[in-house]
């Protein structure tokens, strides 16, 4: 039986052709879905669709919310029909979801075009990760998980770039139809990336009778656990994501220059946090690394939104404060490799789509709760409970199994725990 790609004892090219797939898909997903943020804080977006703030806060939120369906949908496709061909569908969706958009003439229009767009962006994330999961060896599983997750920087970067610089030059319209251009990649991807080998060597693959096995009894208290963690964790994520440009430009009255420095220097702090928490969920495990980057997201916001008088007493510790609010997004760098090594390779995919998805789309409240709490009391008094989920989801971890190396071959690498026993 030929070597699987996993049991090689170092990276090869074909593992980096994998990455760079799965990152480039990664980049424009979540530069899809972040982009409307900032074209709302820097173009007559709303205006032009005659749209208040309520309503494009249920416009947002719905974004969130239909990566859920995308997620659990293209996840059980995948563990069915192979990664590859998924990576490929769900890019062609949410590229046309963004190009729709610029094509929106209000409000209804508007809620179809971000929901095509949460379709693909929720699959796209769960197949990638678990091709990237299944294919690398376990010993390198945790950075390369987290470099597959610094695309959401590259992917955050990108959107800030285009909607504060490119939105109000070329407007609104023009900046989603241009972003629908990363369709093209899927013919790079058909070209050059080969199909996971774990899931081709299993003889059953996925299905509804398979997405079932993830509440029974050997899996259900994982499936929860997991969920509950990355709820939290997505709860403090898009309250910030969400309304941190705006509280920036509305409340503290920052320029749109100053606002977009800011977030260059956050940007360039999640780039660290993700390579920095990927050797340290190789060596000292999943649980640790993300536990210490939650704690810094929840230091940075608190310092940011309640401390604003403090951090803002010298331009440098404000930007300081900005960086470990994105050093605090390595926290993510250990959840795709913990979810990989949580779930078979029957429901891997379905897992992963359906836990990260399901806890992006129970966010479709964030930003309407976040307008409700602004309007009745400030902005900095709605974001801050963005650093309590973070601490949440830093304590709630632990209840998981450490899976630190596991392999993905083995019987015993599914959730029931006894997989951490195991080294590779």
Same mark, same amino acid.
């Given at each position: 039986m030929p070597q699987l790609l996993c049991e090689s004892p170092k990276p090869l090219a074909v593992h980096r052709t994998i990455l760079a797939c799965a990152w480039l898909g990664w980049i424009f997903d979540f530069y899809d879905l972040t982009l409307i943020t900032f074209l709302v804080a820097s173009t007559p977006l709303t205006r032009d669709l005659g749209l208040s703030r309520p309503d494009m806060a249920v416009v947002l939120g719905a974004s969130l919310g239909f990566t859920a369906f995308g997620g659990l949908i293209c996840g059980m496709l995948a563990d069915r029909y192979g990664r590859k061909p998924l990576l490929m569908g769900t890019i062609l969706v949410y590229s046309l979801g963004t190009c729709i958009s610029g094509? =929106?003439?209000g409000w209804w229009s508007l809620m179809l075009a971000r929901a095509i767009t949460g379709l693909g962006v929720g699959g796209e994330w769960a197949v990638a990760?678990?091709?990237v999961g299944e294919t690398v060896p376990p010993r390198m599983r945790g950075r390369y998980g987290s470099y597959l997750q610094t695309g959401a920087t590259f992917g955050l970067f990108l959107a800030t770039l285009v909607g504060n610089y490119a939105g109000p030059r070329i407007g609104w319209r023009w900046c989603f139809l241009l972003s629908a251009l990363p369709a093209l990649l899927v013919v790079f991807i058909r070209r050059s990336m080969p199909e996971s080998d774990i899931w081709q060597s299993r003889p059953?693959? #996925? #299905? +509804?009778?398979?997405?079932t096995a993830l509440f029974g009894p050997r899996l259900r208290k994982a499936t929860l656990l997991a969920f509950s963690v990355t709820v939290c964790a997505m709860a403090a994520y898009w309250i910030k994501t969400i309304w941190l440009p705006t509280y920036f430009r509305e409340t503290r009255g920052l320029s749109l220059d100053a606002s977009s420095r800011l977030f260059f220097v956050g940007q360039l702090g999640s780039l660290t946090g993700y390579i920095l928490s990927g050797f340290a969920s190789d060596r000292f495990g999943r649980r640790p690394a993300y536990s210490i980057f939650a704690a810094c997201?929840? +230091?940075?916001? +608190?310092?940011?939104?309640? #401390?604003?008088? +403090? =951090?803002s007493v010298h331009p440098l510790l404000l930007f300081g404060c900005m960086f470990l609010v994105g050093v605090g997004e390595g926290n993510w #760098? =250990?959840?795709g490799p913990l979810l990989n090594e949580l779930f078979p390779t029957e429901v891997r995919a379905a897992a992963l789509g359906m836990i990260y998805n399901f806890a992006r789309g129970a966010q479709f409240v964030a930003p309407i709760m976040i307008a409700q709490v602004a309007a009745r009391y400030s902005f900095a008094e709605a974001l801050a409970p963005a650093a309590l989920f973070a601490l949440l989801s830093g304590a709630l971890v632990w209840a998981l199994p450490e899976t630190k190396g596991v392999s993905l071959t083995s019987p015993r690498a599914v959730a029931a725990g006894a997989a951490s026993e195991q080294r590779s």
């Open positions: 094509l =929106a003439t990760h678990a091709l059953r693959r #996925g #299905g +509804l009778m398979e997405m997201k929840a +230091l940075g916001m +608190l310092m940011i939104t309640v #401390g604003w008088a +403090l =951090a #760098g =250990a959840v």
